[in-house]
């Protein structure tokens, strides 16, 4: 019996509440589907997410305290609130701009990765920044290495 659980396969990695597995049977044939379908419903998802997030009170509340330096200062806070692994980094990279770097995000999956990057031109909108945007955005699952990352910029 040793023998058996010694040879047993490691759980895949948890998403929230889900494993990877159950994360595709979520969307059938989403993740044969081409890129460009996928960033389409990944876009989708984080609209809803977020404007069902940021409404009512959470909404007026966000717009009067939030700004990219309180992102700079807390989003670690909010990060492990909303995952049980990984780590978030901001930086400044000029006035209007801050790089977010993912790591060590043991549940990782690219479909969930694109969908929290999706989410950060949502909250900086909320923040009543002029045009925010996300550029280069890099999945470690598309790219290599063991960080995900995205430059969030916006308008002066």
Not at 9 to 25: F, H, L, N
Not at 75 to 93: A, C, M, N, S
Not at 140 to 149: A, L, M
Request: hydrophobic share 35%.
């Amino acid at each position: 019996k040793q023998d058996e659980r010694d040879a047993a396969p490691a759980p895949a990695p948890r998403i929230g509440p889900w494993d990877r597995d159950e994360i595709e049977g979520l969307f059938p044939g989403l993740f044969d589907a081409g890129d460009e379908t996928r960033r389409r419903l990944a876009r989708g998802t984080a609209h809803a997410v977020m404007n069902e997030t940021l409404r009512g009170a959470h909404r007026a509340l966000f717009r009067t305290i939030a700004s990219p330096e309180l992102m700079l200062r807390n989003l670690k806070g909010f990060w492990r609130q909303q995952y049980d692994t990984g780590h978030v980094d901001i930086e400044d990279i000029g006035a209007t701009a801050q790089r977010h770097v993912y790591r060590d995000w043991h549940g990782h999956h690219s479909f969930v990765c694109e969908v929290t990057f999706a989410c950060i031109p949502h909250m900086y909108r909320a923040m009543r920044l002029k045009a925010p945007r996300l550029e280069d955005y890099r999945c470690r699952d598309h790219h290599g290495g063991d960080t995900c990352s995205a430059v969030i910029r916006w308008d002066p």
